[in-house]
């Protein structure tokens, strides 16, 4: 896999990268990068730039103990199993599931057997497969993104996938009958942001017109890709709903004026990123830590 020098972004370099491409996101994370925050988790992030001596600090000097209780994820804007990131992920490991409800990545990456026996052995790890059917425009494979799923399973890594954006008139679904072989029933799909001068130049006008004037909301046109879903025998779930159901009972359970302390002292090193108003996402931060 290629390596890239590019500031964010990986080497998996999505044509539609919510990091790079979309101005909106670009300026929040050009302001700050350590947390991001969204309705199903809280997401700790190591520095892009990784000779900035001051950010790789504030990144291990952050105090994990406003994680307690928390469902955490390791590296939003970037991929979290890409080798740069290392040390970063074994400290996120090692120090933040021992107090987290959940630790969880997403990943584009074509993840090792050995570090997936590595995150079997971490009761409350779970892993999100981005899988869109999008591979004219991501240097990865759906083939791939296939055979994690199945190694997930084999190693007992509990995994879970989403369509991470859909892209009408692009994303290939034919992959969604062999989810359901390899024993996935539910899933979850994502729209996309569109900005038309990044996006004009690979997308088909015939997609094109799904997205035109949307101003980088995130838009999931209904084109029949629920239909799909359902003729494969696959059931529709959010993300949110999985961690929620796998974590009822994981502790620890924080009273809610200590939740609602730690999410405050939390707030000013975040990024809210969620189609959500603020208010619902702090709301939603709180409520994760009881
Ligand atoms: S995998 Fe994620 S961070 Fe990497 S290029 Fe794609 S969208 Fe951007």
């Known amino acids: 896999m290629r390596e890239v020098n590019e500031k964010y972004g990986c080497p998996i370099a999505c044509k539609y990268c919510v990091i790079t491409k979309v101005e909106c996101r670009k300026k929040l994370w050009d302001k700050k990068t350590l947390i991001g925050l969204n309705r199903a988790v809280t997401i700790l992030n190591p520095p892009p730039d990784k000779n900035d001596k001051k950010a790789l600090a504030e990144f291990y000097d952050f105090p994990l103990e406003l994680l307690c209780g928390d469902i955490v994820g390791f590296n939003a804007i970037s991929d979290p199993f890409w080798m740069k990131y290392e040390n970063e992920l074994k400290y996120f490991l090692e120090n933040v599931s021992p107090l987290a409800k959940l630790v969880v990545c997403v990943t584009k990456f074509n993840v090792s057997d050995e570090m997936l026996k590595k995150l079997s052995r971490i009761p409350n790890f779970r892993l ?6 999008l591979d004219a425009v991501e240097k990865t494979k759906t083939s791939d993104r296939l055979d994690l799923l199945r190694r997930a399973k084999k190693f007992k890594v509990k995994a879970f996938p989403i369509v991470h954006p859909y892209i009408a008139g692009m ?7 062999e989810l359901k072989k390899l024993g996935y029933d539910f899933i979850d799909f994502k729209g996309l942001r569109y900005n038309h001068e990044n996006m004009k130049t690979w997308m088909p006008k015939n997609s094109q017109k799904f997205y035109r004037g949307t101003e980088e ?3 999931l046109p209904e084109d029949g890709w629920r239909e799909k879903v359902e003729s494969a025998g696959l059931k529709l779930q959010s993300l949110k709903k999985w961690y929620k159901k796998d974590c009822k009972n994981f502790q620890p359970k924080l009273k809610e004026k200590e939740a609602r302390e730690s999410v405050g002292k939390i707030l000013p090193f975040a990024n809210i990123t969620s ?4 208010a619902e996402v ?3 931060s ?5």
């Open 286 to 290: 709180i409520l994760r830590r009881t």
């Open 282 to 284: 702090i709301r939603a």
């Open 128 to 133: 999100n497969v981005s899988i869109t059917g």
């Open 275 to 278: 189609s959500a108003t603020d």
């Open 217 to 219: 909301k995130e838009i």
């Open 171 to 177: 994303s290939d679904l034919s992959f969604l009958p």
